[in-house]
């Protein structure tokens, strides 16, 4: 055989090998443009909206929410009220609910060293606010409306916020900031480790720890607090108190009595307040 000479190859072969590439160049084809239109359509999503999503879920944020510590004592609740608080970030506020009647004290007042309180213990109104170290939107709260109410109400003795943890199954550490709270509180850092357990890098207990001795604390009589039961009593009041004014979300506000569920605009709240001062 000649070097010039080579293998015939099939028509049958040739036609199939054409039919492969047009296949191919078409898969391809249809890869590209359907990727092309959903990173278009995440643009312009993003640009409608004016900011990136935001890393958490919203069925995780919705189950900061539904579930409690004890759940043979879970309270149902709407789809449509959790939906309001779960996708965004300032929802509408929800019609206050009446939990205590005009004749009998707020049940807030009944026992005020169960909570963590700030302001003059004679002010006209009392804020009790319900509130969970892992909850996004309880450090909104804290972050952007707390120091607002300080400067508002506080200061000028008007009102006297109380802060209560609500305990939620899925933050297996809401329990043990609870007592971490009264710890603090018995060397005078209560309301300093309160907002420093919003920041902590992990929810445990060394994270806890670390951050009382950042604060100059005696870390060996706060780690022995921890299981006294002056502190299990404090965490359990604090239970009790959630259960006694049927709350299961977070936060929740409970201005003298009445409540208000989910995360409140600043100037609704401020709103809220004035009105009862009236």
Request: glycine share 2%; charged share 20%.
């Amino acid at each position: 055989m000649s070097p010039s000479s080579h293998i015939p190859i099939p028509q049958y072969a040739t036609t199939r090998i054409f039919e492969y590439s047009n296949i191919l160049i078409l898969c391809y084809s249809f890869v590209v443009h359907k990727l092309f239109r959903l990173a278009s359509a995440v643009l312009l999503l993003t640009a409608l909206t004016g900011c990136a999503p935001r890393p958490q879920s919203s069925t995780d944020r919705t189950a900061d929410f539904l579930a409690l510590l004890n759940p043979n004592e879970l309270t149902p609740v709407s789809s449509a009220s959790s939906r309001s608080i779960a996708t965004s970030r300032t929802p509408p506020v929800p019609a206050t609910v009446q939990v205590s009647s005009s004749t009998n004290p707020p049940a807030q007042s009944q026992d005020i060293e169960s909570t963590l309180n700030e302001g003059s213990k004679d002010a006209p109104l009392e804020l009790l606010v319900f509130t969970n170290h892992s909850c996004a939107y309880c450090r909104q709260f804290e972050d952007e409306i707390m120091p607002k109410l300080r400067e508002a109400f506080v200061t000028k003795g008007n009102v006297m916020i109380r802060t209560a943890i609500l305990p939620i199954r899925k933050y297996p550490m809401s329990t043990t900031e609870t007592l971490s709270l009264f710890c603090a509180r018995e060397q005078g850092k209560g309301a300093e480790l309160h907002r420093a357990l919003f920041t902590l890098p992990q929810h445990n207990l060394a994270s806890i720890m670390e951050a009382a001795a950042q604060w100059k604390m005696d870390t060996q009589k706060f780690a022995m607090c921890l299981s006294s039961q002056p502190a299990l009593t404090f965490a359990n009041a604090q239970k009790d108190l959630a259960e006694s004014m049927q709350v299961t979300l977070v936060p929740t506000l409970v201005l003298n009595g009445e409540k208000q569920p989910g995360l409140q605009r600043y100037a609704d709240l401020r709103g809220w307040i004035e009105s009862k001062m009236k």
